[in-house]
């Protein structure tokens, strides 16, 4: 069975562990790995079964401790050749992935990775370049998209063909334009490649998601601009006025910013 664990979604660091019976990956590594191994004992889990290590984009909160994890635990580290790239350049990633752990992957080109096929695709974001994945293993699959500015064609058709589904609900768009942050940082995380609000989340999941769908997990939550019981009711709020109610039609939780969650099947 494939399941799945969130050890840090948020801008102090983002890190997901989706594991089978014999195979394990890791999409980003914002948390350090100390934090990492402490939450896999507690778990009862080994780092011994991770084995692949993937990457959605070059921003510090997912990849500052990719070199240190991969050079640990010689885990290859998937990204597009201009995320690879953008790794080199953070001043934030203290070590730098090997040149032999790299691999090159492409949006829209699947490829299979033990126990796992991924499709990379493309998300809009401020980054060098940024992807999300649908990740399939054991008859099921999950779909991630972190850091969106806008909902694309091609995250729809991924959102469609979900089972679970971990989607950014970053900010309240009013807490953000009445908040304290500068003008042009208020700009930049509402425009079309800074992030998703708590709207435009609910109404992805209302227009796209279909019966398939079991679970959705609100991540990327702003500590400064949302809260997590206001993202909750806000995206309940707006999928029942489309006749869908969240806890009834599927599963509706928010990931945490620096805390773990429980262990999900992904039946």
Known sequence: MLRFISFGSGSSGNCY???????????????????????????????????????????????????????????????????????????????????????????????????????????????SDNVGYMIEADGSNICIITDAGSVTDDMTSYIARARYLILEANHDREMLMNGSYPHHLKVRISSGTGHLSNDECAEAIAHHATGNLRHVWLCHLSEENNHPELARKTVESILRSYGIVAGKDFGLEVLKRTMPTGIFDLK
């Open 17 to 127: 562990f989706l594991y089978t019976e014999n195979d394990g990956l890791f999409v980003d590594a914002g948390v350090g790995v100390r934090t990492l191994k402490k939450h896999f004992k507690d778990y009862g889990l080994s780092m011994s079964q991770v084995h692949h290590l993937l990457i959605t984009h070059d921003h510090a909160d997912h990849i500052k401790c990719v070199g240190s994890l991969s050079h640990e635990y010689s885990l290859p580290v998937y990204a597009t050749a201009t995320v690879h790239k953008g790794i080199d350049r953070n001043y934030c990633v203290s070590r730098k992935v090997d040149a032999a752990s790299r691999r090159y992957i492409e949006p829209g080109v699947t490829f299979q990775i033990g126990d796992f096929t991924v499709t990379p695709f493309t998300v809009p974001h401020d980054s």
